[in-house]
């Protein structure tokens, strides 16, 4: 079965992503092949390819000043993450002139570093184009849902309709 061409935006429209906020984002493998590991009794187990990704996630703070993160977890064939964008400065910054922001900087920024990763491990893969986004609310209740979304990823993983890597 092949997915269709045609795709909604991703990104709310005129919103600034470079604003400060917390951001739930999930970054998918392309066609959803289960490449990064595997779940064994509701626990995710990496393989060598889902480290990379992982190690490559965690050190977005390194090379963000403003940006951190809070709970994530790498899926067989995604990632799911909170990232935490601080004071990023005016409207003036040329990361505010970008319609689409920091977020999209790091996200893409992220995704070329494992790829690139990978590839000196001799491992070809690719993520899937673009990422899907949510800004999470000031309510509390939100973010809490949300981490708890992410803990609970694998213990889910056998309902996922997108874990079949065959397309």
Known sequence: MKRSDSRKPNRWPGYNYSMPGWYFVTVCVKDFRCMLGTVIDREMRLNR???????TFKGIPNYYENVNLDEWIVM????????????????????????????SK?????????????????????????FYDHVIGFNGYELQYI????????AKWKFDRNKESVW
């Not at 064939?77 to 977020?103: C, E, F, M, P, Q």
């Not at 981490?147 to 694998?154: F, S």
């Open 49 to 55: 390819l889902g480290i990379i990704v992982s190690e």
């Open 76 to 103: 067989p064939n995604h990632l799911h993450g909170i990232i935490i964008v601080g004071n990023v400065g005016t409207a003036h910054d040329n990361i505010s002139k970008n319609r689409y922001g920091l977020l």
């Open 106 to 130: 790091v996200i893409k920024s992220f995704k070329e570093a494992s790829v690139k990763k990978a590839k000196k491990m001799n491992i070809k893969f690719s993520w899937q184009r673009s």
């Open 147 to 154: 981490q708890e979304y992410i803990k609970n990823n694998p």
